[in-house]
């Protein structure tokens, strides 16, 4: 089933759960898992995100993350999944911190296992959720506890291609509406990305090449997954 952040965090227990957060968290985690990053530790707060970079003990590490869309003063990277090139997060840990998305991950930590769902490593969370036994919950980051289109529409699409395209009637109601809103717009998802809340709340601040970035299915075969706090790609491990 899907749900908001408004979730119990004790009802995953036990559950697989994805984390959504298409614009941009999960997109950004995805793009540098797959140019090699060594982890990505989320963080829910600055106070976290430092004491975490005191302790880890390494230099090799990036503070990295945004509030509201605008990149963390003295943070070495914002949240621009262009940003995370090979050149720039090869081997390195990524403590990021975001508005949304990483808190939506650090409230999943009773769950069983969580991996990072995007747009971009579609095909490989399906694959991967097609082998799962456990209860699958598909957690949409949404924005400061609202509903985001974007993650809702890419969770439609994760359903759609799980059941084949047909949704059985006893499914959950936010399956059902997550499969019906991916069945009206699966077909245009750039466009309409472009006119989500998202887009236009963030239009001085996040470039339309992030938008049309973070829309592209299927790029990458990341599966980015948490353990004892750090998200690394388990993908073909
Ligand atoms: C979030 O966590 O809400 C997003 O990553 C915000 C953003 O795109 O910078």
Known sequence: FISSQSFQEEELREKTVVVIDVLRASSTMVTALDNNAKGVIPVADMDDASKISQNLNSPNFLLSGEKNGVKIEGY???????????????????????TNGTK????????????????????????????????????????????????????????????????????????????????????????????????????????????LYCCQRNIMQVLPAMNEGIISDIHGK
């Open 104 to 211: 939506a991950i650090k409230r999943a930590s009773l769950a069983k296992e969580v991996v990072i769902g995007s747009f971009l490593n579609l095909r490989t969370v399906v694959d991967y959720l097609q082998k799962v036994e456990s209860e699958i919950v598909l957690v949409c980051a949404g924005w400061h506890d609202r509903l985001a289109l974007e993650d809702l529409l890419c969770a439609g699409n994760i359903i759609y291609e799980l059941t084949g395209g047909s949704l059985s009637s006893t499914a959950q109601d936010g399956a059902k509406v997550a499969f019906g809103l991916y069945e009206k717009f699966g077909d245009d998802i750039e466009g309409t990305i472009k006119s989500s809340n998202y887009a236009v709340r963030l239009k001085d601040i996040v470039s339309e090449e992030d938008l």
């Open 76 to 98: 070495d990277l914002g949240n621009s999944p262009l940003d995370y090139t090979s050149d720039v997060v090869k081997d390195k840990t990524i403590i990021l911190n975001t």
